[in-house]
């Protein structure tokens, strides 16, 4: 690490015109705050946590012109606690991204290595946890829309924008010998800008997701339907598979921005059982206005419901959401949020499960927040 710092304060004592149109630059976000949760296994519970308006992280972003409008790129980015300085995605030092790959305006951008998947890139800006974090998330960010993993192995291709529409598609090698499918990934996505208006859509399909994402949210549990409070969804466990679709919009007037999204998401033989099958569908709709160009306040619904074959199981969340934003400077803001969730269908309220503490002993949970954000 302190050779790292050292090579970053070295190349920048330089003018960038001492590497032509090359350059190196460090990113970063540091996000801390406290949170307050109203019932976490039937008590409240006050925390300092970090990384949740926006996970935390530093990086290095690497571009060299080679010319004919090509230039390769290549990012590291290492996620981080705030509050304890332990790295994140398990323990990976470049968790959240690092890839290498080629990029020309008139053929695209190629690019191999641990990425984000294109619903992530595309998807994800319609969504409320795009914009304010992990709280705003459907029921255990099922569908991956807040980013909760990335892909390894993975080989990725993002066209040039025609007429406001871009298209993106990713393979990701599983690496097992003999069996060239096994635990592999592929996903697709489509957007399209014209003026106020985007609009996303993708597909996402990968095996055995519980080995390929061990910093997702798969972790098996003893009882189908239980979450372990620890992040995993006890409806799911340790899936053969994970498919999902998801689609969303955004329209803004003015200084308000108006969206809607939606995904289904489906696992086969959940919890290890065979023949067992978890779907959930996720709607979604939310508003972002500017009070003024530095103060905004947002808010949001969600509904999720799932179906579970293995126990005939029917759980519902709604819940619904509240952020506040005020920018103290172009790199540094404050925030308050806020979210309620009511759960139904046998299920206990339980807001991105384990986030926030643990499950609620009740079908209500109610979770609040101040932070604040610095990016670099």
């Known amino acids: 690490m302190k050779k790292t710092l050292l090579t970053i304060a070295f190349l920048s004592a330089f003018p960038i015109s001492t590497f032509a149109q090359n350059s190196i630059a460090l990113f970063g976000i540091v996000d801390a705050g406290i949170t307050y949760t109203n019932n976490s296994a039937g008590k409240s519970l006050v925390q300092a946590q970090s990384g949740i308006a926006q996970a935390n992280r530093w990086g290095l972003r690497v571009i060299e012109d080679i010319g004919g409008g090509t230039k390769v790129i290549a990012t590291l980015e290492n996620g981080f606690n705030g509050f304890t300085g332990k790295l994140g995605q398990g323990g990976l030092e470049f968790g959240r991204q690092s890839f290498v790959g080629v990029t020309n305006p008139t053929w695209g951008t190629l690019t191999l290595g641990r990425q984000y998947d294109p619903v992530v890139d595309m998807v994800q800006t319609t969504t409320f946890n795009g914009h304010a974090g992990p709280f705003f998330a459907h029921p255990s960010d099922i569908d991956n829309t807040d980013n909760a993993f990335r892909v390894n192995n993975a080989v990725k291709y993002v066209t040039p924008t025609w007429n406001g529409l871009t298209a993106e598609g990713m393979y990701a090698f599983g690496g097992l010998a003999g069996n060239f499918r096994g635990n592999s990934t592929i996903a697709a996505a489509l957007s399209y800008v014209n003026g106020p208006l985007y609009l996303a859509a993708g597909y996402f399909y990968a095996l055995n997701p519980a080995q390929q994402f061990p910093d997702g949210n798969f972790q098996p549990n003893g009882a189908p339907g239980v979450s372990n409070g620890e992040g995993t969804f006890g409806y799911v ?140």
């Not at 919009?249 to 108006?258: D, E, I, P, R, S």
């Not at 139904?344 to 979770?367: E, F, L, M, P």
């Open 237 to 376: 466990g340790n899936p053969r598979n994970m498919q999902t679709i998801s689609a969303g919009g955004t329209y803004t007037l003015g200084a308000l921005q108006l969206a809607l999204n939606y995904s289904t998401v489906r696992f086969d033989n959940a919890d290890g059982i065979v023949g067992n099958t978890v779907s959930f569908d996720s709607y979604e709709t939310w508003a972002l206005y500017y009070v003024t160009p530095v103060a905004s306040v947002g808010g949001g619904y969600t509904f999720t419901e799932g179906k579970v074959d293995f126990n005939n199981a029917r759980p519902k969340y709604n819940q619904f959401n509240l952020f506040v934003d005020y920018a103290l400077s172009k790199r540094t803001d404050v925030y308050l949020m806020a979210a309620y969730q009511k759960a139904s269908g046998g299920a206990n309220a339980d807001i991105y499960q384990g986030i926030v503490g643990q499950q609620s002993s009740t079908t209500g949970q109610v979770v609040a927040r101040i932070g604040m954000r610095h990016k670099f």
